[in-house]
């Protein structure tokens, strides 16, 4: 004869572990589908400027808008066209469709575009004034994650002219 020495608390584990009742059908898709929508955290976006080489590289000339962000420096972040809106992340150029149910903006650019992993919205603060050839306006620019959260803020120079 086999006997099964377990202390006390063993055998209060093992007895506990039996008792427990096994997850019906409804919880289990409940805890599958909790988990599925969990959202990672948002990943704050450091936009870098787009270069001549970058536009010529990617073949980006073309009429539209361009958002510089205050206290960046000169170079643009945004490149609001009216085929396609560009932005840069990680040294890679990101093309995004335009929205073409948002609003229109001078040079036939848009308020919004939209891509894989990005959305980007454009707004014009004040009014629009007309210099030469070149519209320009102060502007508001957030970049929104996959989830629809922002990842990127800033307020801005708008240019609109050949690029």
Same mark, same amino acid.
């Given at each position: #004869?086999?006997?099964? #020495?377990?202390?006390?608390?063993?055998? &209060?584990?093992?007895?506990?572990?039996? &008792?427990?009742?096994?997850?019906?059908?409804?919880?289990?898709? $409940? $805890?599958? @589908?909790?988990?599925?929508? #969990?959202?990672?955290?948002?990943?704050?976006?450091?936009?870098?400027?787009?270069?001549?080489?970058?536009?010529?590289? @990617?073949?980006?000339? /073309? +009429? *539209?808008?361009?958002?510089?962000?205050? *206290?960046?420096?000169? /170079?643009?972040?945004?490149?609001?066209?009216?085929?396609? *809106?560009?932005?840069?992340?990680?040294?890679?150029?990101?093309?995004?469709?335009?929205?073409? *149910? &948002?609003?229109?903006?001078?040079?036939?650019?848009? &308020?919004?575009?939209?891509?894989? $992993?990005?959305?980007?919205?454009?707004?014009?603060? /004040?009014?629009?004034?007309? +210099?030469?050839?070149?519209?320009?306006?102060? /502007?508001? #620019?957030?970049?929104?994650?996959?989830?629809?959260?922002?990842?990127?803020?800033?307020?801005?120079?708008?240019?609109?002219?050949?690029?």
């Amino acid at each position: #004869m086999i006997r099964l #020495m377990l202390p006390v608390t063993g055998l &209060s584990v093992l007895l506990a572990a039996c &008792s427990e009742k096994e997850p019906t059908d409804a919880e289990a898709i $409940a $805890a599958v @589908n909790a988990a599925q929508d #969990m959202k990672p955290p948002v990943k704050p976006l450091d936009l870098q400027p787009i270069l001549y080489p970058d536009i010529t590289q @990617n073949k980006l000339h /073309g +009429v *539209g808008c361009a958002f510089v962000a205050d *206290g960046g420096g000169l /170079g643009a972040v945004l490149l609001a066209q009216d085929k396609r *809106g560009v932005i840069k992340v990680a040294e890679k150029v990101e093309v995004l469709a335009p929205d073409a *149910g &948002s609003a229109k903006l001078p040079k036939g650019s848009w &308020s919004r575009y939209t891509g894989k $992993a990005y959305a980007v919205t454009l707004a014009v603060i /004040g009014e629009v004034k007309a +210099v030469g050839a070149t519209d320009q306006f102060k /502007g508001k #620019m957030i970049v929104t994650d996959a989830f629809e959260r922002p990842a990127y803020e800033a307020t801005g120079d708008v240019q609109c002219k050949a690029i």
